[in-house]
């Protein structure tokens, strides 16, 4: 067992009774006493009252559970958390702070505790290559300059060719941010700079970012949030249609807006979506290989034509 999957157990195991000695945890759980009582306390870190009782018949004894209204929820509801949970598990945490796979697994582990609901432990170890507290900071900063309507500026980073390498150039923006989007597991904060034009800039190449004492008016005609759909922020939305064969389980998915699946034959079907960027439509066609062909638009078709060309190119 993981450390999460025995600190759930220990909990459902206490609930049951009134006090269990140290001795037996320890051999329940198959790790030494001083691993039991890290496990206690992560439990009362998230607020369980249990008591270390010491001595020759001491033990563990829990008193109290944290207040969490588990009991407002139906049982489809406590899944469709669950099952959401256990997604957010599954992601890239590169927008989270690092404690957030933690605060997950403490989250579910409490909701196993009050309804039964099965819990998980595993998750993506993906994340962005960026300080993930400077990351954070950057965030915090531009989310309160768009509640107090406050400019700020920004020193940003930004890919620029010179002649054939490829250099980080930095720029500077006075920015009126109007709002922060998640886009491909990535945050964008969306605003206009001081040429009043609009600009979707990605967090994670901010080099900088202050507060001015400055305060700015919001332009009416961009708090519609016109670029933003079900299914993301349209930085670029791209139309696709796609042929896709021996692969019905695409099916299953909704993959954006306006999605079209029209049957050709039992292992061949027509698939019509718009994708909320460019870029997750070419990196959805991408990683079903040769079951995708792309039957429009024309400039997709001869991106991905290009890429597979230099794919092969590496394997001569």
Do not use: C
């Not at 027509?270 to 959805?284: G, K, P």
């Not at 060309?309 to 001569?316: G, R």
């Amino acid at each position: 067992m993981t450390r999460i999957k025995n600190t759930l157990d220990m909990l459902q195991y206490l609930s049951q009774r009134k006090e269990v000695s140290l001795d037996t945890l320890s051999q329940k759980y198959n790790v030494t006493k001083r691993t039991i009582q890290r496990m206690r306390d992560d439990l009362v870190e998230i607020g369980y009252d249990i008591e270390t009782k010491y001595g020759p018949f001491g033990g563990l004894k829990l008193h109290t559970s944290p207040d969490f209204p588990i009991a407002t929820f139906t049982k489809e509801e406590l899944n469709d958390i669950s099952l959401g949970l256990q997604d957010l598990m599954n992601k890239s945490h590169s927008v989270f702070r690092p404690e957030f796979a933690s605060s997950i697994a403490k989250l579910s582990l409490h909701m196993s505790q009050k309804s039964g609901i099965q819990t998980f432990e595993s998750a993506s170890t993906r994340q962005l290559n960026v300080n993930l507290v400077e990351y954070q900071n950057h965030i915090d900063i531009i989310r309160d300059a768009i509640q107090t309507k406050t400019k700020i500026k920004i020193e940003y980073k930004r890919l620029a060719q010179k002649g054939k390498e490829e250099t980080l150039s930095p720029l500077t923006y006075i920015f009126e941010p109007y709002d922060l989007y998640l886009v491909e597991q990535v945050w964008y904060v969306f605003g206009l700079n001081e040429n009043n034009d609009r600009r979707n800039l990605r967090i994670s190449r901010i080099i900088n970012v202050e507060a001015l004492d400055k305060k700015y008016r919001p332009d009416p005609e961009y708090l519609g949030q016109s670029n933003v759909g079900y299914y993301g922020f349209k930085i670029d939305r791209t139309f696709v249609k796609l042929r896709v064969r021996n692969a019905d389980y695409l099916t299953e998915y909704i993959w954006g807006e306006d999605q079209k699946i029209e049957w050709i034959d039992p292992f061949t079907f027509d698939l019509s979506v718009e994708f909320a960027t460019r870029y997750a439509a070419i990196n959805f066609i991408l990683s079903a290989g040769s079951k995708i062909e792309v039957l429009e638009p024309e400039d997709i078709k001869t991106y991905i034509k290009t890429e597979v060309n230099k794919m092969l190119e590496l394997y001569k």
